[in-house]
C-alpha cells in the first residue's frame, strides 16, 4: 500500500505564487506515476500534470508554461510549483500515485485559492 500527503496549498493572490508538495510512504518502490489532479466546485476532478520514474512529464494545456513538478525519489517527494496563479487555478489539489500493476492511491488533497 502507498500513502500520499499533500502540503503546501493556501490562499494567494492572482499573479503568485504556490509549491505543493507530495509526500509518499509505504510501497513506494512500487509507483511508476505520480501525477497531481485539481477538482474545482461543480466540476470534474482533472489532471494538470504527471511525472513518470524516468521524469518523463506531461501537462495540461491550461498549466503549460506555468507550473513545475518535479520528483524526488531518494526522498519519494513531487513537488509542483505553481506560477503566475490565476483564479480560475483554484481548486483542491490532490496527488496520486499509479504503480507498474495500474494499482493507485489518492491523497486527501490540499485546498488552493487564487483570489483577483
Known amino acids: 500500500q502507498v500513502q500520499l500527503v499533500e502540503s503546501g496549498g493556501g490562499l494567494v493572490q492572482a ?18 506515476v505520480i501525477g497531481w489532479y485539481r477538482q474545482a466546485p461543480g466540476k470534474q476532478r482533472e489532471l494538470v500534470t504527471s511525472i513518470n520514474s524516468r521524469g518523463s512529464t506531461n501537462y495540461a494545456d491550461s498549466v503549460k508554461g506555468r507550473f513545475t513538478i518535479s520528483r524526488d525519489n531518494a526522498k ?10 490565476k483564479p480560475e487555478d483554484t481548486a483542491v489539489y490532490y496527488c496520486k500515485s499509479t504503480s507498474y500493476s495500474g494499482v493507485y492511491y489518492w491523497g486527501q488533497g490540499t485546498q488552493v485559492t487564487v483570489s483577483s
Open 76 to 85: 519519494n517527494t513531487v513537488d509542483l510549483q505553481m506560477n503566475s496563479l
Open 15 to 32: 499573479g503568485g505564487s504556490l509549491r505543493l508538495s507530495c509526500a509518499a510512504s509505504g510501497r513506494t518502490s512500487s509507483i511508476n
